[in-house]
């Protein structure tokens, strides 16, 4: 699980000379050579400049099942160390299961009053899984209370599991709670394995006749916050479009109702290998060294060059760490040159955080042509 809270990013001006003369027939004719983009304002200034441009994204989550009882991640099962799910009258209001970074993006979209801010898709979806494995606690629970209601009422059962399965919150157990709550979590999962898996039920159908008996409904909520304290409200963003094929790069657009950020503006220089940038975001390593970081938003600036270039990808080696996808690649001009999407790692799982890939500005204009129009 993760909290609410995070985010960053660039701007600068492009110098152009004009220069050239050509004889021709005895006239002299001007003649305008393109020259190489020269900075006007440093990376300090662009940074200052850019700091309220990132947000921070945090995905919360709301369950509930049957009988208006709200349901929370708690444990895992001794067993499998598949999820454990508690059920409380209780509104323990959103849960934040996935955060990354965002930010705001000019479209030419004919909608002025909505604010459109890039991020990925890994990070919006982050909820589905916990809601997925939420479904198959229940049906489990369901079935299992069925199997061992031994005559009586299955309702009053599955009342009583319940009751045992939110020993995983009580701060106090005795051995003997404690070990009812684990072989009854595993009970659960064994059941859901033998009975309701895939495996044993290809069709679903099993499945899906004790998930109805459940009720398992979520709420997913989108939270955008700004740099500043943690006393500003979050903006609450809808989702917008997201990518739902493998062939789609790793996006996803959330809308604002009247967002005071500016946007920012895609580059109209295309990308280069060994190409000076920044990546703007809200790494989880950065409140590791700030004692003072549940108190404030604030985003992180890491610098490095592009470089590898793919069709889809821009590799950069600007550090990057979790919290850090949805954010800008940004270039000296202060343009969006990509979105940070993905990172390296070994084949023992840890990151090679100087190894990070961004979806190209080419990538997201075919993805969504109707806001930003069609890519060259």
């Known amino acids: 699980m993760a909290r609410i809270l995070h985010n960053k990013i660039f701007d600068k001006k492009l110098f152009t000379t004009l220069a050239a003369v050509s004889l021709l027939a005895g006239l002299l004719t001007p003649l305008s050579f393109p020259q190489a983009a020269e900075a ?31 349901a929370s991640l708690a444990d895992v099962s001794p067993k499998y160390r598949y999820p454990v799910f508690s059920a409380s009258a209780r509104d ?4 934040v299961v996935s955060y990354g970074s965002a930010f705001p993006v000019k479209t030419i979209a004919g909608d002025k009053s909505k604010a459109y801010f890039l991020t990925n898709e890994h990070v919006v979806v982050g909820a589905d899984e916990i809601i997925k494995e939420s479904q198959r606690f229940y049906a489990g629970m369901r079935l299992y209370c069925e199997q061992t209601a031994a005559g009586r009422d299955v309702d009053g059962r599955f009342r009583e599991i319940l009751q045992i399965i939110n020993l ?3 701060s106090s157990r005795s051995t003997a709670e404690l070990s009812t709550y684990q072989a009854t979590a595993d009970a659960i999962w064994d059941t859901y ?7 044993a039920d290809p069709t679903r159908a099993l499945f899906n ?27 609450v ?27 920012m503006e895609f580059d109209t220089i295309a990308a280069s290998e060994g190409q000076e940038i920044q990546v703007i975001g809200y790494p989880e390593a950065s409140d590791q060294l700030d004692s003072d970081s ?14 590898r270039l793919a069709p889809r990808m ?17 270039s000296l001009r202060g343009k969006v040159l990509g979105v940070v999407a993905k990172r390296a790692r070994t084949e023992r799982g840890q990151e090679l955080n100087t190894f990070g890939g961004a979806m190209t500005v080419q990538s997201i204009k075919n993805f969504a042509p109707d806001l930003f129009g069609t890519a060259p």
């Open 40 to 70: 006007v304002e440093t990376w300090e200034k662009l940074d200052k400049r850019m700091k309220g441009q990132v947000v921070q994204l945090s995905v919360g989550l709301k369950m509930k099942i049957k009988d208006s009882l709200w």
């Open 92 to 95: 323990p209001g959103y849960r």
């Open 168 to 170: 995983s919150t009580k």
């Open 193 to 199: 394995e033998t009975y309701l898996s895939k495996k």
């Open 209 to 235: 006749r004790y998930l109805s008996q459940v009720s398992v409904t979520s709420e997913v909520g989108y939270f955008l916050h700004a740099a500043g304290p943690v006393s500003q409200p979050p903006m």
């Open 237 to 263: 963003a809808k989702l917008f479009k997201v990518a739902k094929a493998d062939k789609d790069p790793d996006i996803a657009i959330l809308t604002v109702e009247k967002s005071t950020i500016a946007p």
């Open 294 to 307: 549940a108190n404030y938003y604030a985003p992180t600036f890491t610098s490095g060059r592009i470089s």
């Open 314 to 330: 821009l590799q950069v080696d600007a550090p990057i760490t979790n919290g850090n996808s949805g954010g800008p690649v940004v």
